[in-house]
């Protein structure tokens, strides 16, 4: 049985919060949104507009699963954010329990808008970002942000988080509004098969008192050839101003430079 895409798609899905190579969900029929949601979000986003630095952690699974077998991937990353000097660091690893035995870290570091990351294993590369696009809607706070300015958003009342008031947002995102993210090109890997994205869910808490996000979880669904797939990533954002290091890594140590990109891209 073919699963809906291969592991490695879902892996892309966890990791970019795409579905890459799939075909799915195009269209909303959403009520319209909560007064009181919009209002918090746009007092995150006003927020966000005088952070400096922040550190951001990423955990997450896959399952997919079908008649005769299942299998999961397991994710861990993080990364910091200087917004000032527009420098960022990101790690992201995974490994699993596939029939490939699954196990990937690549590193990402954005100068500007020059981005330079690992290739899987074969090497490194660099891409120019689009100059066009605010830098930072390329950082992991940017893209949950401008995604959630892109859908209707409700009210889920608060919630009491490590001793803090956060007010919790929920949005469901159609798969073109995924897709519009401005996702770094970190070597997206190939895909086989095909899938429908049944339902994503973006639920989002932000802390009442300063308007900073505090965590943010996506949950996408998809299905196909009679298997099913769920993907689940959590943002979580720490140490918002505080002074930050980023330093480049030796991306030389990866192996040999591709001049046109990844090639898994």
Not at 129 to 155: A, C, H, I, K, M
């Amino acid at each position: 049985m073919q699963l809906p895409c291969s592991t490695l798609c879902a892996l892309v899905v966890v990791l970019l919060v795409v579905t890459a190579g799939c075909q799915g969900l195009t269209g909303s029929s959403a009520p319209p949104s909560d007064q009181q949601a919009v209002d918090a979000v746009t007092h995150a986003q006003n927020a966000s507009q005088n952070v400096t630095a922040y550190r951001v952690s990423i955990d997450g699974q896959v399952r997919i699963r079908d008649d005769s077998r299942s299998e999961s991937i397991e994710i861990a990353g993080d990364g910091v954010v200087n917004t000032n000097r527009q420098r960022m660091n990101v790690t992201l690893g995974a490994q699993g329990d596939t029939q490939v035995g699954l196990r990937d870290t690549r590193r990402a570091y954005v100068d500007g808008y020059t981005l330079t990351t690992e290739c899987s294993g074969l090497g490194w590369a660099r891409y120019n970002l689009t100059e066009s696009t605010p830098w930072f809607n390329y950082t992991p706070l940017g893209q949950q942000l401008t995604l959630l300015d892109r859908t209707n958003v409700y009210w889920n009342g608060t919630h009491i988080m490590n001793g803090t008031e956060t007010a919790v947002v929920t949005a469901y995102p159609t798969e073109d509004q995924l897709q519009t993210d401005q996702n770094l090109p970190t070597g997206n890997i190939g895909t086989q098969g095909s899938a429908t994205l049944d339902n994503a869910t973006v639920r989002v808490w932000i802390d009442t008192e300063t308007n900073q996000v505090r965590k943010v979880q996506r949950e996408i669904h998809v299905r196909g050839n009679g298997a099913t797939g769920v993907a689940t990533i959590t943002f979580r954002f720490t140490d918002y101003n505080e002074p930050t290091t980023i330093t480049r890594p030796s991306f030389e140590d990866a192996g040999a430079e591709w001049s046109s990109g990844c090639p898994d891209t």
